[in-house]
């Protein structure tokens, strides 16, 4: 059986992807404050290994723990929301198949107890 990351590409699809998703979150007036002061280059790279890991790819991701990444930053479930519509948004431009968006869902949604601020307090 193929991997999700296999059948969108894998590592070119994934790095565009990851690219126009930025394009749009750093454009979203909600998420454009969390973005401030970071370097995007490196925060893209994390992404691509992330999401590569994530979708069944070979890479390795190096990077902190989700929960720790997110630790501090007051992240709301509206815009852990506004980043699944911008996830949404940018693979249906991509072209990616419907079934495939929504097995990338599945992979993503849970993440929003490691993520969002008031998921963490408990």
Request: aromatic share 6%.
């Amino acid at each position: 059986m193929t991997s999700i990351y296999e059948q969108i590409g894998g590592r070119e699809s994934v790095a565009a992807a990851v690219d126009l998703f930025y394009c749009r979150a750093t454009a979203d007036p909600v998420l454009a404050p969390y973005f401030e002061g970071l370097e995007l280059r490196r925060l893209k790279a994390h992404m691509r290994a992330f999401l590569a890991v994530a979708l069944g790819g070979p890479e390795i991701y190096r990077g902190r723990d989700m929960q720790a990444a997110h630790a501090g930053l007051g992240i709301t479930h509206e815009a852990f929301n506004r980043v699944i519509g911008h996830l949404v948004a940018t693979l249906v431009e991509l072209g990616v198949p419907d079934g495939i968006i929504v097995a990338i869902g599945a992979k993503v949604e849970p993440l929003r107890a490691m993520v969002v601020a008031d998921s963490l307090a408990a």
